[in-house]
């Protein structure tokens, strides 16, 4: 149901802003998590519901139930989106709402060209793996960093480091949604390569082996351990679960989601009660 409704995603999205967070050293409120929460929903809900009306037949459950209930999706999608802008009108300062918008114009415009690949079935160059990977890790790190007093290289290696791992998340999907997709005609530029996209996925092996060199040798000048751990908490579960023969294809990709929210609140959880 979480992810028929697209609410895994803005889940995703909270447990990786409270790892920044925790990160960074920033201290983050409600409001924080609630504004990234509904404008990651909105987003996701939006780019599902314009999807184009001949795909519905082979598309899963999650590309129709907003087209199903029009009327109740698009009354909750304005309540929810006046809710965001009021929320950040009363709590935001007014430089963040304005360091906001170059974020807001990225979202927007990859919604539209989301929107022109479904409907022409021609993928853009600028993959779209990488483009989601990109604005979701910088919807997370946003508040962080605003928040944070942290230097400029601690601050960059710590997006980087959840970008890949978002990334890595965008590969295994598109992989795992190779055969619907190409049935549906809406495969994206990557999974026309699918030697490419294989390759980016097994850099998965490496980023581990070096992360876990990274932590045996102690070296938490510009990776804070908590990030780490997550870090390499994630990539071993990615790799599990692609061996697990049991699942299939579609199993896999609603586990993947459930794995970067749970494990991620886990880890937070830990550390907050002294165990990490």
């Known amino acids: 149901m979480l992810n028929d409704l697209s609410l895994d995603a803005p889940l995703v999205a909270i447990a990786w802003q409270i790892v920044i967070a ?15 929460g509904i404008s990651v929903w909105l987003s996701y809900s939006a780019d599902r519901f314009f999807e184009p009306s001949q795909l519905t037949a082979t598309s899963s459950r999650r590309h129709e139930i907003f087209k199903t209930h029009k009327i109740a999706f698009l009354v909750i999608w304005f ?24 974020l807001f114009v990225m979202s927007f415009s990859n919604w539209v060209l989301c929107l022109r690949e479904s409907r022409t079935g021609i993928p853009s160059p600028v993959f779209k ?3 989601t990977a990109a604005i979701f890790a910088l919807g997370c790190f946003f508040f962080p960093a605003y928040e944070s007093y942290s230097d400029v290289s601690k601050s960059s290696m710590t997006l980087f480091v959840v970008f ?8 295994s999907v598109s992989r795992w949604e190779l055969a619907n997709d190409e049935r549906n005609g809406s495969v994206t530029f990557l999974q026309r390569s699918p030697k ?14 070096a992360l876990g060199l990274v932590l045996v040798a102690g070296i938490g000048i510009t990776l804070e351990i ?12 990615v790799l599990w679960l692609d ?3 049991s699942l299939d294809q579609d199993d896999k990709r609603k586990a993947i989601d459930l794995g ?17």
């Open 22 to 36: 925790n990160s960074l050293l920033a201290s983050l409120g409600f409001s924080h998590h609630l504004i990234l």
């Open 243 to 245: 061996g697990v023969s």
């Open 79 to 102: 309540f929810l989106f006046f809710l965001a802008v009021t929320v950040s009108m009363i709590f935001l300062p007014l430089d963040c709402l304005l360091w906001g918008i170059p």
């Open 196 to 209: 490419l996209l294989t390759a980016l996925s097994r850099t998965t092996f490496f980023a581990l082996l």
């Open 260 to 276: 970067y929210w749970i494990l991620p609140l886990f880890l937070s959880g830990m550390e907050y009660v002294g165990l990490f």
């Open 226 to 237: 908590f990030l780490l751990t997550h870090a390499l908490t994630i990539l071993v579960f």
């Open 164 to 171: 890949y791992l978002l990334f890595i998340n965008c590969l």
């Open 129 to 131: 793996e990488l483009r």
